[in-house]
Each structure stands twice: as C-alpha cells, then as structure tokens.
C-alpha cells in the first residue's frame, strides 16, 4: 500500500522564517518516480508548488516560491523534502506531497502538513 | 505560465442528474508527437486530500466509477458525471501537466439541489 506521510509543519514568523518539511514515502519503489509538493491556505483552491524527478536532477518551481523553496529528495531514505526560507503570510496553507504518475498526474498524495506563518 | 479557468466556480445538481463542469486552459495541452492530451481532474472531499478521476482528459484512473467521464483537446476540455450521487458533493480540480509549472484549475465546488 502506497503510503505518504508529511512532517515539519508549524508556526512561523514572517520576514525571515524557515521550515523544512519532509514526506516520508512506503509501498511503491521511490526512487522510480517523481514527487511533487503542492500546498491549499485556508478554504482556497489548490496550488502546485514543485517537482522532481526520479534522480533530483531536475527541479521546477512555481513563480510564487521560486528563490525562496528548495526541493529535494534522498532516495536511500526514501523522502521527499521541502526547504522554505524567507517565509510570507501568504505561504500559510496545508501542503501535500504526491507521487507523479507517468509525467505527469498525481495519483497518490499524503495528508498534509500545515505550515502558518504568521505573528 | 498555462492558467486553467474552470467554469463554473459552483454548480448544484439534482440526484440523477448529469454534472457538467468545464475547463480550458490558456495554451494547448496537446502534444503533438503523442497526440494526448497532458489534462488530468481531480475530486477534493472535505478534510481529505485530492483524488486522481481522470488522466490524459480521458483515462479513468483505477478504481474510479464509470459514471465519471473527461473529454476535450487542445484548450477545452470537460468533466461529466453522467448521474449525481450524494457522495459525489467535493470541489473539482482540473491540472495541466504539459509545461514543467502543472498549473491547477481554481476549482468548481459541486453540491446537491
């Protein structure tokens, strides 16, 4: 069973504020696929965030977080990460990470993990 | 960056009925050496993470019910639900995974008339 499990969410402070989130990966071969994070503040719509692909050679980033997050992943561990430096208010949401099927579609995601930034 | 306008933002549908929600995007997302569409639709239920319906606009992914159709090329594309049951209420996403940015749809929150 494929399972993804988000950790390192939490309170932050606006202006400078870091957090290193983590999904822990099980039940598929993870060095096989690409990952993706993707996030949802309160009550919004959803927003993809990144990608990598199966070696971590290639990184994409949306324009909002772009210089600011950093993906990665150590496959001998079998996780996922996401660096966020000089975190916004508007950074607050629940992200998720999920496994990429083929190029593309996301066809297992973990829980989340809210990050909220804020004063 | 491709954006994704899905219409409408909300829809209310009887039980039985069909449930027409639509999307376009603002480039194609067709790719021209495979000829696939790079679209796929999502379902979201309260406090839950998303679930994958339909990949490649058409494709339903494992598992999903019949009832549960995607159509379209190029730009604008379509997901249908040919008969609304009560655990089908949830917010609907489309996502373009043709550029390297997979931009998402903002969403059409499905409910029952």
């Known amino acids: 069973e494929v399972q993804l499990l988000e950790s390192g969410g939490g309170l932050v402070e606006p202006g400078g504020g870091s957090l290193r989130l983590s999904c822990a990966a099980s039940?598929?071969?993870?060095?096989?696929?690409?990952m993706s994070w993707v996030r949802q503040a309160p009550g919004k719509g959803l927003e993809w965030v990144s990608l990598?692909?199966?070696?971590?050679?290639?990184?994409f980033y949306a324009d909002s977080v772009k210089g600011r997050f950093t993906i990665s992943r150590d496959n001998s561990k079998n996780t996922l990460y996401l660096q966020m430096n000089s975190l916004r208010a508007e950074d607050t949401a629940i992200y998720y990470c999920?496994?990429?099927?083929?190029?593309?579609?996301?066809?297992?995601w973990g829980q989340g993990t809210l990050v909220t930034v804020s004063s | 960056d491709i954006v994704m306008t899905q219409s409408p933002d909300s829809l209310a549908v009887s039980l039985g009925e069909r449930a027409t929600i639509t999307c376009k995007s603002s480039?194609?997302?067709?790719?021209?050496?495979?000829?696939?569409?790079?679209l796929a639709w999502y379902q979201q239920k309260p406090g839950q993470p998303p679930k994958l319906l339909i990949y490649?606009?058409?494709t339903r992914e494992s598992g999903v019910p019949d009832r549960f159709s995607g159509s379209g090329s190029g730009t604008d594309f379509t997901l249908t639900i040919s008969s609304l049951q009560a655990e089908d209420v949830a917010v609907y996403y489309c996502?373009?995974?043709?550029?390297?940015?997979?931009?998402f749809g903002q969403g059409t929150k499905l409910e029952i008339k």
């Open positions: 490649w606009a058409s």
């Open positions: 990598i692909n199966e070696s971590g050679g290639n990184r």
């Open positions: 999920a496994k990429m099927l083929l190029t593309g579609p996301l066809d297992y």
């Open positions: 996502q373009q995974y043709y550029s390297t940015l997979h931009t």
């Open positions: 039940g598929f071969t993870f060095s096989s696929y690409s």
């Open positions: 480039q194609s997302v067709l790719y021209s050496s495979n000829n696939k569409n790079y």
